[in-house]
């Protein structure tokens, strides 16, 4: 089973960028689709981006169009999320995630989570 380590969050002021790496371990990694989830205090956890294995297809829930980019490294077994315009609504724990296939509605079914990355986003 893969594991999955976030990294690359923290404090941003409103309009500013941070970007997240998700190094995952083990031999299968370009297997799997890959995406990212976030929690925000008080919510539930809610689908965010979702790239496919080979990084043709990438999905988007609508709030982070056009500011987000998804994107994943094979060599490497890191997925990424750019996160540019950043929104004090942006502020949560953003998570990791691999499982079977990538869609608009998000990764189904789940295979592997990571213990998430907490951001900021300051007005």
């Known amino acids: 089973q893969v594991q999955l380590v976030e990294s690359g969050g923290g404090l941003e002021q409103a309009g500013g960028s941070l970007k997240l790496s998700c190094a995952a371990s083990g031999r299968t990694f370009s297997s799997y689709a890959m995406g990212w989830f976030r929690q925000a205090p008080g919510k539930e956890r809610e689908f965010v981006a979702g790239i496919s294995w080979r990084g043709g297809n990438t999905y988007y829930t609508d709030s982070v169009k056009g500011r987000f980019t998804i994107s994943r490294d094979n060599a490497k077994n890191t997925v990424y999320l750019q996160m540019n315009s950043l929104k004090p609504e942006d502020t949560a724990v953003y998570y990791c995630?691999?499982?079977?296939?990538?869609?608009?509605?998000?990764?189904?079914?789940?295979?592997?989570w990571g213990q998430g990355t907490l951001v900021t986003v300051s007005s």
């Open positions: 995630a691999a499982g079977g296939l990538a869609s608009p509605k998000g990764i189904n079914p789940l295979n592997a």
